[in-house]
């Protein structure tokens, strides 16, 4: 099969489609036909290992540390079809449409990946394109985590910052569904698709500090930690509170729970953990139309080194989307 393989840490040139063996699912996993999957930021930040250096080692010694050689597809998630099941799978048959993700076995850019039956793979609802679904695993997974662990309440503000990409998007349909005002922050080639997409009102952080404009919300969520952790803050109505998505710092961590104990504010970074029911309720959500992917590009799968250029440009809206041989629904 064809696949992209992860050649060392580095520049997109790293990315080298080339043919290798297809894998064979074991008793416990599914074999996926991938039809489509995503070249996300953090795709981009493990590629060329853009980490703070606490996290920098951890990842060395789990994907190989002068290069990758225990993981070596990169990609993390996915839409197709199961082309073969293991003998003791019972919660999928062949030919069933499923999306989600592969968790920490990444290689999902490739024609063919097996995942366990019981990680974080559901059935994608028919009327959704392959193309839709496959980021979901990340954006709508991430955005649905954390706006629950908030417990947004219908009438509450949201403010997101870093809305315009994958789990801003997805953050802004799943906080409207949830019955909030939501006010979403990036740059301003792409406020016009937030409004589009649900968001109440805009803010262009090039141009607006939204800590510094006086206004309080109920929920800040800081999708890609740039936020000033004491304005923002600062910035909550009592009983608010500020979701950190991407902690980048230590620091931030310990102000956080120090924060939480202290005050009648809550500062919540816990990491997603992919459920299946998680899954099952976005694919609700798209099912009812209620949950839109935006696409901001489409690549071919050998052309995925592209596809990281062009999301580290920053001009990306949504999700990259890598089609991955024929698609159909
Ligand atoms: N917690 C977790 O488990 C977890 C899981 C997955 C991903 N992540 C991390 O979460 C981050 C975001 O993921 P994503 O896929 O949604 O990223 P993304 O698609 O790149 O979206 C980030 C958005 O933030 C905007 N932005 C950049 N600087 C900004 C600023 N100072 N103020 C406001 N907006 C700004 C960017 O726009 P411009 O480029 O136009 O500025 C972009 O539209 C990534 O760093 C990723 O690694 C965390």
Redesign the pocket.
């Known amino acids: 099969m064809k696949a992209i393989v992860w050649t060392g840490y580095g520049s997109p040139d790293v990315l080298q489609l080339q043919e290798v063996a297809k894998p064979t699912p074991k008793a416990n996993e599914v074999l996926i036909k991938i039809h489509a999957t995503t070249v ?3 795709d981009c ?1 493990m590629r060329n290992l853009r980490f703070p250096y606490w996290v920098r080692l951890p990842m060395r010694a789990y994907i190989g540390l002068r290069r990758p050689t225990r993981i070596t597809i990169p990609g993390t998630y996915l839409a197709g079809e199961i082309e073969a099941v293991g003998t003791d799978v019972t919660r999928f048959q062949v030919g069933d449409q499923i999306f989600g993700t592969t968790l920490f076995g990444f290689g999902a850019h490739a024609e063919y990946t097996c995942v366990p039956e019981k990680g974080a793979i559901a059935i994608k609802p028919a009327s959704v394109s392959y193309e839709e679904a496959a980021p979901v695993g ?2 709508g997974l ?1 955005a649905l985590h954390f706006l629950k662990i908030a417990s947004v309440q219908p009438g509450e503000s949201v403010l997101i ?2 809305a ?5 998007t997805y953050g802004i349909q799943i906080a409207k569904h949830f019955g909030a005002e939501v006010i979403a ?3 301003a080639g ?1 406020l016009e698709k937030l409004r589009e997409i649900g968001a109440d009102q805009v803010i262009d ?1 090039t141009r607006q500090d939204f800590t510094q404009n006086g206004q309080r919300y109920d929920v800040i969520f800081d ?2 930690g ?1 936020s000033p952790f004491g304005r923002s803050v600062q910035s909550l109505n009592p009983g608010g509170r500020y979701l950190i ?2 902690p980048t710092g230590l620091i931030q961590r310990v102000r956080g729970s120090w924060t939480s104990r202290q005050s009648d504010k809550k500062v919540l970074f816990e ?2 953990n992919p459920t299946t029911q998680d899954l099952a309720s976005l694919a609700e959500l798209m099912a009812a139309g209620k949950l839109h992917t935006v696409i901001g590009k489409t690549y071919p799968l050998e052309e995925v080194p592209q596809a990281h250029r062009y999301v580290e440009s ?1 001009q ?1 809206v949504g999700n990259v989307i890598i089609s991955v041989g024929q698609n159909q629904n």
């Open positions: 996300t930021t953090g930040e990340l954006g991430e910052n870093g315009g990409g994958s789990i801003g922050v990036d740059s792409k952080y999708i890609i740039k998505a991407n990491m997603t920053g990306k």
